[in-house]
């Protein structure tokens, strides 16, 4: 599976916004749909967005929908997540993964992520 480092979290006001960053040392980065999930406080894992290996293709869950961008660049092996309009609820750690099944099925294979704080 893909390695991944995630990073760009903070602490941002409600309506702020934010870009994450996935950084990945493995040569097959490219050939890899990949996805944000994160993590709300007691919860469980939850899927984001995902994008195809070429970044051809993009799907959103519904909150993220109209937010949220994700884009790829693989000549850097990088994944990012634009979030815009943040709210409260947004808060939770952030994590990238490739995936075993386009769009929503991650392998196991998990970075430390990304803390993403907002406050009301």
């Known amino acids: 599976q893909v390695q991944v480092v995630e990073s760009g979290g903070g602490l941002v006001q409600a309506g702020g916004a934010l870009r994450l960053s996935c950084v990945s040392s493995e040569h097959t980065f490219s050939t890899y749909n990949m996805g944000w999930f994160r993590q709300p406080p007691g919860e469980g894992r939850q899927f984001v967005a995902a994008i195809n290996w070429n970044g051809a293709d993009t799907s959103y869950t519904d909150h993220a929908k109209g937010r949220f961008t994700i884009s790829r660049d693989n000549g850097k092996n990088t994944l990012y997540l634009q979030m815009n309009s943040l709210k409260p609820e947004d808060t939770a750690i952030y994590y990238c993964?490739?995936?075993?099944?386009?769009?929503?099925?991650?392998?196991?294979?998990w970075g430390q992520g990304t803390q993403v704080t907002v406050s009301s």
């Open positions: 993964a490739a995936l075993r099944h386009w769009p929503s099925l991650p392998f196991d294979s």
